[in-house]
């Protein structure tokens, strides 16, 4: 099956470090791949859609400028955390859309950051 | 905009009984997800149902959809403790896949 890798799987850093996660489609292209955050013991809520090769669009109350997102290829969508800081600790999941299998979207592994 | 509920939020069941977990979303949407969860872990899909009156069954797990009551039901039969887990239902919002989530339902079973 159709396979996303997200690394690094958890990550602890610094207040006002930055940080980025990468998610990739191993076996498949995908140019459109979505990013999702879960604080614990909730639902996930959808930060944004990345689009390979144009700009990412984001949510409603989600600052582009603190959550950079980059789709630079077919196979990589990167989201950088910017000047984190402690309410940034969230668990950050990608999901990629697989076009040629019938839409279906296939979740990376997730991230756990904690900013200290 | 798109809102998706799941009751109950929490439920503790004992092994061997079956018991019905709920989804209900305001808009139309053609497709209709319901995903497994473990602790610290990433989304396992469970099912996907694309069509008013599909069931799909995998296990002890049975899922179905009524589009018309905009109502997905996961019916678990003698559960056991390895269905210990959040069971999330999302839907597709418009044409972009984008999955809207359900509030979840965290499942214990007990021995």
């Known amino acids: 099956g159709a396979v996303v890798s997200q690394h690094p799987s958890r990550v602890i850093c610094k207040s006002g470090t930055s940080v980025k996660i990468e998610c990739r489609s191993l076996d498949f292209q995908a140019t459109t791949m979505f990013w999702y955050r879960q604080f614990p013991k909730q639902s996930l809520m959808l930060m944004a859609t990345?689009?390979?090769?144009?700009?990412?669009?984001?949510e409603q109350g989600v600052e582009k400028d603190k959550f950079l997102i980059n789709h630079a290829s077919l196979t990589l969508s990167t989201l950088t955390v910017t000047s984190a800081h402690p309410e940034d600790s969230s668990f950050y999941i990608c999901?990629?859309?697989?076009?040629?299998?019938?839409?279906?979207?296939?979740f990376g592994s997730g991230t756990q950051l904690s900013v200290l | 905009e798109l809102k998706v509920e799941q009751n109950p939020l929490f439920l503790s069941m004992q092994e061997g009984k079956n018991y019905t977990i709920y989804c209900n979303y305001s808009?139309?949407?053609?497709?209709l997800y319901w995903y497994r969860q473990d602790p610290g872990k990433s989304l396992e899909s469970l099912f996907v149902?694309?069509?008013?009156?599909a069931v799909k069954q995998e296990g002890r797990l049975m899922a179905s959809l009524d589009t018309k009551a905009r109502l997905s039901t996961l019916h678990i039969t003698a559960a056991v403790h390895d269905l210990s887990a959040t069971y999330f239902c999302a839907v597709v919002d418009g044409t972009a896949s984008k999955l809207t989530f359900g509030t979840g339902t965290r499942l214990q079973v007990t021995l």
């Open positions: 999901s990629a859309l697989h076009a040629g299998n019938g839409d279906k979207l296939f």
């Open positions: 990345s689009n390979e090769g144009s700009k990412a669009t984001y």
């Open positions: 808009t139309t949407s053609d497709r």
């Open positions: 149902l694309l069509s008013n009156g």
